[in-house]
């Protein structure tokens, strides 16, 4: 049974520190190391693949100066799983295995004296990729569901039940391209009382989220739900941040959180980003999200370890 939810992990730290830095892009590292993600499962391929690689991604944010990692299960599903020939059970080991990598690594870590100076003690959060991501067609980046609310529900409980039961320090429901995704997710949450989770969406331009949706409606229906710890988007062009950092405030007085990509273009049908922003910085950008009020920030696609090592530079003096 879950425990109720006393105080969640983000406003833990936040009552001490003005800042929360999260990891960067997953996908990028791993490929840096030669693994090949051209797959449905992409970077969940890698827990029935090369498991340690993933914890060495982790470790690398972490030395960078992360304090939250986020695992590697944004992708992994029991149907995602299974329809590649793995059982139930198989399925939902990879699963959980996910958050054992980044907890172990985390541990490990925190172990060392040395790693303890000037921050807090890193977090584990969960990834709960959309529906879309199942898909591997690029639908989190369009929002344009076949599937309703029932179909939604039937498919992120199991998933999330087992996220939970490996008991990560938070859910990071990402990507999310649709309001009734979040509200399903955020109503399943709410069977769990022990955990919350915070909701990013991915953003089409500065007021809407992909689906056409306002992103300030969004924030003003999740602002009434104690289990969501935190709002904002990520996977988003880094150029409509600042925008929707100010239309976010608008609808709740969460913690806003942002971890946008790096400004290219994603092809879904041949998998590859393209058109990269040759200006972004993301020191500048992280400081300047910041002053408008985001209070978690991190990276998403293509952005690496150098750029989360550049926001914790200026972040731990603040």
Known sequence: M?????????????????????????????????????????SAKILMENPEVIGAVHTDYFEAGADCVITASYQATYEGFMKRGLSEEQARELIQLSIKIATKVRDAFWAK??????RPKPLVAASVGPYGAYLADGSEYRGD?????????????????????????????????????AQVIVGLMEEN?????????SAKDGLHINSGEKIKDC???????????AVG?????????????AEIRKGTDKPVI???NSGEHYDADAKIWDGGS???????????????????IGGCCRTTPQDIRAIAAWARNL
């Open 145 to 181: 569901y076949t599937l309703d609310e029932a179909g939604l529900v039937a498919f992120h409980r199991k998933r999330l039940q087992t996220l939970i039961q490996a008991e990560p320090d938070i859910l990071a429901c990402e990507t999310i391209p649709c309001l009734i995704e």
């Open 193 to 201: 009382p022990g955990i919350c989770g915070w909701v990013s969406f």
């Open 233 to 245: 988007v990520n996977c988003t062009a880094p150029e409509y941040v600042a925008s929707l950092i």
């Open 258 to 260: 942002v971890y946008p």
């Open 113 to 118: 004296p040395e790693n303890r100076i000037n």
């Open 2 to 42: 879950a425990k109720i939810l006393k105080m969640n992990p983000l406003k833990n730290i936040l009552d001490t520190l003005p800042l929360i830095i999260l990891d960067g892009a997953f996908s990028t590292e791993l490929e840096r190391r030669g693994c090949d993600l051209n797959d449905s499962l992409w």
């Open 278 to 296: 040759t200006d972004f910085s993301y020191t500048e950008h992280a400081r300047n999200w910041f002053a408008l009020g985001a209070r978690v």
């Open 219 to 229: 924030a003003r229906w999740l602002e009434g739900h104690e289990q969501v710890a």
